[in-house]
């Protein structure tokens, strides 16, 4: 570009921003101020509050702090009753869903005392139920006890005065041992003057004397952990030891199983033919059933036959049954007096007594 040119962009420019500068310099020499509305600039009032006023809202407050509590705890009132009134319900539930659970049970007991017959004397407790019945067999004077054990402490087997080789006679063992009832327990042995159970024998758990193989007509019947009957043969201690055997005795021989007859051998069904019996068995709700039998002799001539007392078994409704020892032996004691009529005259002493505590 040639000079000229240049100088005639140069004007040209300088004629453009002229009004511009003149206007700047116009703006400097003159004396311009702005005004502004006061309305622009509003101004707070900073006065302190009137007391009786800043009073006033602070009670304003607190009245609907007190109403909002009020609310709150009618609130609470009313979640408090629907929280009593739906825990009622639901124990009233539970209540039912127990009774309804229990009925088939109280049915069953209903029938199996409906064939023992109307309860001579009951004893009920928070331990056990039991029930002492007079039986109207025809050719012996026998009784039953139906027993329903609840815990774990109400039934035990004692031995006499608490000792091997000791003895004592049923009512002896109830007094000593403050319970309600008694019934003699399995057999014994006589020697050195002492009287020893018969083959096994559990108290508490410990066997007493050791454990011995069930052999021949032998049986052991005892209760377990769970008070449940449990008997029959054992030919090792692990085999009983599987049933966990609490207490228990031993004698001969087993009349019931499964609620069918089992086979009494020769010697049984003649030595004695006849005699006062005690037979311990279960029911399929775990209640115990004994049944005793009044004899006058351990000649054979009077009292009931193991067939006789497998026929009351089945009749009553018993599970299994268990023969214990009988004649002279044979005892049963309720609520501290003596029920059956004891063939000897007078209760003998013996080495091992079933025992109820109420």
Same mark, same amino acid.
């Given at each position: 570009?040639?000079?000229?040119? &240049?100088?005639?962009?140069?004007?040209?420019?300088?004629?453009?921003?002229?009004?511009?500068?003149?206007?700047? &310099?116009?703006?400097?020499?003159?004396?311009?101020?702005?005004?502004?509305? $006061?309305?622009?600039?509003?101004?707070?009032?900073?006065?302190? %509050?009137?007391?009786?006023?800043? +009073?006033?809202?602070?009670?304003?407050?607190?009245?609907?702090?007190?109403?909002?509590?009020?609310?709150?705890?009618?609130?609470?009132?009313?979640?408090?009753? @629907?929280?009593?009134?739906?825990?009622?319900?639901?124990?009233?539930?539970?209540?039912?869903?127990?009774?309804?659970?229990?009925?088939?049970?109280?049915?069953?007991?209903?029938?199996?005392?409906?064939? @023992?017959? !109307?309860?001579?004397?009951?004893?009920? $407790?928070?331990?056990?139920?039991?029930?002492?019945?007079?039986? *109207?067999?025809?050719?012996?004077?026998?009784?039953?006890? !139906? &027993?329903?054990?609840?815990?774990?402490?109400?039934?035990?087997?004692?031995?006499?005065?608490?000792?091997?080789?000791?003895?004592?006679?049923?009512?002896?063992?109830?007094?000593?041992?403050?319970?309600?009832? *008694?019934?003699?327990?399995? #057999?014994?042995?006589?020697?050195?003057?002492?009287?020893?159970?018969?083959?096994?024998?559990?108290?508490?758990?410990?066997?007493?004397?050791?454990?011995?193989?069930?052999?021949?007509?032998?049986?052991?019947? #005892?209760?377990?952990?769970?008070?449940?009957?449990?008997?029959?043969?054992?030919?090792?201690?692990?085999?009983?030891? +599987?049933?966990?055997?609490?207490?228990?005795?031993?004698?001969?021989?087993?009349?019931?199983?499964?609620?069918?007859?089992? %086979?009494?051998?020769?010697?049984?069904?003649?030595?004695?033919?006849?005699?006062?019996?005690?037979?311990?068995?279960?029911?399929?709700?775990?209640?115990?059933?004994?049944?005793?039998?009044?004899?006058?002799? %351990?000649? #054979?001539?009077?009292?009931?036959?193991?067939?006789?007392?497998?026929?009351?078994?089945?009749?009553? *409704?018993? @599970?299994?049954?268990?023969?214990?020892?009988?004649?002279?032996?044979?005892?049963?004691?309720?609520?501290?007096?003596?029920?059956?009529?004891?063939?000897? #005259?007078?209760?003998?002493?013996?080495?091992?007594?079933?025992?109820?505590?109420?």
């Amino acid at each position: 570009m040639s000079s000229a040119s &240049i100088r005639s962009v140069n004007r040209t420019l300088l004629l453009a921003c002229t009004p511009f500068l003149g206007m700047l &310099i116009w703006m400097l020499v003159a004396d311009i101020g702005i005004l502004l509305p $006061s309305a622009s600039f509003p101004m707070h009032d900073i006065r302190l %509050e009137d007391p009786s006023v800043t +009073a006033g809202i602070v009670h304003e407050g607190l009245d609907q702090a007190k109403v909002i509590a009020q609310g709150t705890g009618q609130s609470l009132k009313k979640q408090i009753t @629907l929280y009593k009134k739906t825990n009622a319900d639901m124990k009233t539930i539970a209540s039912l869903a127990s009774t309804q659970a229990a009925r088939p049970y109280q049915i069953y007991d209903r029938r199996i005392t409906n064939k @023992l017959g !109307k309860p001579a004397a009951t004893i009920q $407790s928070d331990k056990l139920q039991a029930q002492l019945f007079y039986l *109207g067999t025809q050719n012996f004077k026998s009784y039953a006890l !139906k &027993i329903k054990l609840k815990k774990s402490d109400a039934m035990k087997l004692a031995l006499g005065n608490d000792v091997q080789g000791g003895a004592e006679t049923t009512l002896a063992a109830v007094k000593r041992n403050n319970a309600a009832i *008694g019934v003699n327990a399995g #057999g014994f042995a006589d020697s050195g003057g002492k009287r020893y159970p018969l083959s096994t024998t559990v108290v508490d758990g410990d066997y007493i004397g050791g454990f011995h193989p069930t052999y021949k007509d032998l049986f052991f019947v #005892g209760v377990n952990g769970d008070n449940k009957l449990i008997g029959g043969k054992f030919a090792s201690k692990d085999q009983l030891d +599987a049933l966990d055997p609490k207490f228990g005795a031993s004698f001969v021989p087993v009349l019931l199983q499964n609620g069918r007859k089992t %086979e009494i051998p020769s010697k049984w069904q003649t030595s004695p033919k006849r005699a006062p019996r005690t037979v311990i068995g279960n029911y399929k709700d775990d209640q115990i059933l004994f049944l005793v039998v009044d004899g006058y002799n %351990e000649k #054979g001539s009077s009292g009931a036959t193991l067939a006789e007392m497998q026929i009351l078994l089945q009749r009553y *409704g018993a @599970l299994d049954g268990y023969n214990l020892d009988g004649g002279g032996s044979t005892s049963l004691v309720f609520n501290g007096r003596v029920i059956n009529n004891p063939s000897d #005259g007078n209760l003998r002493k013996l080495p091992t007594n079933f025992l109820f505590f109420k």
